[in-house]
């Protein structure tokens, strides 16, 4: 039984189509679990329907035991499964420090809070030293690593993370990537949506490729890496040998 069991969780927007479909996933715990998948595959809407943010229209989340679909995104937070969007959701206006604040309101303990900043401030030095600064003022990529560090104000046992690498520039995509990869070697349990596949993979356990709003192949993340259709589809190689010549 794993840390996190998505139950044919069939959910949509309104009144709108079903985006995911009767979707299952087991999660087990202190794995990486990598997502890929086309654009508009539902991996989004996957990470906010766990996240407490959208309502399963049928199916269950199971969290440590616990059916958690249906509870608040702050009550989903406070049972340790913290989650970075893709677009930040920044408080731009707001100094890294109150950003990070923000991240823990919901331990209502102001004295805890400001202990975790100081933990928080010894692994990203980086943010120490911006955290008076508003965080608007921040590269994209400083930018990603307060949205993480928020996330992991709360102490987690598991963090969801949406494209991460999302317009940042290749050497602070690296940047990212280590960090993700020292919360992985922590033992955290990470869900990690990313379009920067090939990446994505390479620092995963377990590969799940999503595709029209159902998992259609999960694997060791070595073996999606190397399986000839998903490097066709999603890793930008071809079968056709011509296309493998290497540049001259
Ligand atoms: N807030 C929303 N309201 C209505 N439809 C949405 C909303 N967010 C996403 N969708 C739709 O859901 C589908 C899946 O989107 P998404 O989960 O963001 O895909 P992905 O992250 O895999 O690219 C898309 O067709 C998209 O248009
Ligand atoms: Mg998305």
Do not use: W
Request: overall charge positive; charged content about 25%.
């Amino acid at each position: 039984m794993g840390t996190l069991v998505i139950d044919n969780v069939v959910a949509g927007y309104g009144s709108g189509p079903n985006i995911l479909k009767g979707l299952s996933l087991t999660v087990e715990s202190c794995k990486t679990y990598c997502i890929i998948g086309p654009n508009g595959a539902g991996k989004s809407t996957l990470i906010k329907v766990i996240a407490g943010l959208l309502k399963p229209r049928e199916g269950q989340i199971i969290f440590k035991g616990e059916v958690i679909s249906g509870l608040r995104a702050d009550q989903v937070l406070q049972r340790g499964l913290s989650y970075v969007p893709s677009d930040r959701s920044l408080f731009p206006e707001m100094t890294v420090k109150e950003n990070l604040r923000m991240g823990g309101f919901v331990l209502r303990d102001s004295r805890l809070v400001e202990q975790r900043i100081d933990e928080i401030f010894e692994m990203f030095p980086i943010l120490k030293e911006k955290s008076s600064q508003m965080a608007r003022t921040l590269s994209g990529g400083q930018q990603q690593l307060c949205a993480i560090a928020r996330a992991l104000i709360l102490k987690p046992e598991m963090i969801m993370l949406d494209e991460p690498s999302l317009g940042l520039s290749p050497k602070v995509v690296q940047q990212i990537f280590s960090t993700i990869t020292e919360l992985r070697k922590n033992g955290m349990t990470i869900l990690l949506v990313e379009q920067n596949a090939r990446k994505g993979l390479q620092i995963a356990d377990q590969g799940v490729v999503l595709d029209l709003g159902k998992n259609s192949f999960e694997s060791p993340a070595s073996e999606v890496l190397s399986d000839p259709r998903i490097q066709e589809l999603y890793l930008g190689k071809r079968r056709n040998p011509l296309a493998t010549e290497e540049p001259k």
